[in-house]
């Protein structure tokens, strides 16, 4: 792909595929890494919520590449940095609004099995179809309306459930928290991912995937500098040598998991917003609730979570829902092809004598 054009017909599905994988990874691996980290003696909400987004350096690199590539191609003409000012302001603030969506996701794992978590914030499908709708004109039909309904009721029979997913030693408050806080993350989150598409649309510049690189940084800068004042309030830059000498799997291993788990979610916030870039945040959202049995796989076997009635329930209904968007995508898409092969034939067969 050259440098300044944006994704041309022929490698827009391998790109949308990279995208979804690097979703993928991130999106599975990045609660399971965080949940790691509370189990063994973590406890910093605010240091987790900064890793998800502290790995912002590591977009330098590609954005670096295809400067050069520029320079090569253009000379001194070309610019180092492609994003207006517009642009620049309109990532700085859904940067912060996704710092604060960092925390409240971080307090969720914090208090909730991965299981639960994961179930509660499938229901940000519904959010980002609504919020697609209001923001980016996107179509919202009965079978939407219907996923919506399915999702808002199957993450209300999990939150049903108050006890026998409970960690040991946690209140009902602090279990009620969670769910709380999960859910108004899935809210957030919904929010946020149309907000990115509507920036695209808005920017009076063409939108390349470099420009795309640079609103990802600054968007994870200005999320990270949102939790870091966070961990300067809660005094946890003081704390992290001392809770990595008493981390159940060792000093060694607690630093390692914190390198990885954020590289692990700049995979998640990338694939996102490849994802976006080559198709829309409906869709994105669609890939990141789809991954939800991985997840709940994934967290049943590393971490011997339960897996109660509720979740079940749960389950299915939000299977349902992603069943019902999906055929109401297939169904107009099966029509428009159905008619056009008819006005095709059509003008064929008169011509046959």
Request: net charge positive; charged share 15%; proline share 5%.
């Amino acid at each position: 792909m050259e440098p300044d054009q944006t994704v041309n017909k022929k490698i827009k599905w391998p790109f949308l595929l990279f995208s979804a994988a690097l979703l993928a990874v991130g999106n599975c691996g990045g609660p399971l890494i965080m949940r790691l980290y509370f189990l063994h003696g973590g406890d910093r909400v605010w240091l987790s919520s900064w890793l998800e987004t502290g790995g912002w350096p590591i977009n330098i690199l590609p954005i670096l590449f295809t400067y050069i590539r520029r320079r090569a191609i253009q000379g001194p003409a070309a610019r180092p940095i492609l994003m207006k000012p517009p642009v620049f302001l309109a990532a700085a603030v859904i940067g912060l609004l996704t710092g604060v969506d960092d925390y409240l996701y971080a307090y969720g794992v914090a208090r909730l099995p991965i299981s639960t978590s994961a179930l509660i914030l499938a229901s940000h499908l519904g959010f980002t179809a609504v919020f697609a709708y209001l923001l980016v004109r996107q179509k919202f039909t009965p079978y939407s309306m219907n996923a919506v309904f399915l999702l808002t009721v199957g993450a209300a029979v999990l939150a049903l459930h108050t006890s026998g997913d409970r960690p040991k030693g946690e209140s009902n408050r602090e279990y009620y928290i969670g769910l709380f806080m999960t859910l108004a993350t899935a809210m957030l989150y919904g929010f946020v991912l149309p907000l990115v598409e509507l920036t695209y649309k808005k920017a009076k510049q063409a939108i390349t995937y470099t420009l795309v690189l640079e609103i990802q940084l600054v968007m994870c800068f200005f999320a990270t500098v949102f939790c870091t004042i966070g961990m300067l309030i809660n005094n946890d830059f003081k704390a992290i040598p001392r809770e990595a000498r008493e981390f159940g799997l060792g000093e060694t291993k607690y630093y390692v998991v914190l390198v990885c788990s954020a590289i692990i979610w700049q995979c998640f916030f990338l694939g996102a917003i490849g994802v976006i870039f080559s198709a829309s945040s409906l869709l994105c959202a669609i890939l990141i609730a789809s991954l939800l049995p991985v997840t709940e796989a994934l967290a049943v076997v590393f971490y011997k979570e339960k897996y109660q009635a509720e979740k079940g329930v749960s389950l299915v209904l939000s299977l349902w829902g992603f069943v019902s968007y999906f055929y109401g995508e297939l169904k107009p898409s099966k029509k428009t092809i159905k008619t056009q092969t008819t006005e095709t034939e059509i003008p064929q067969s008169i011509s046959i004598p």
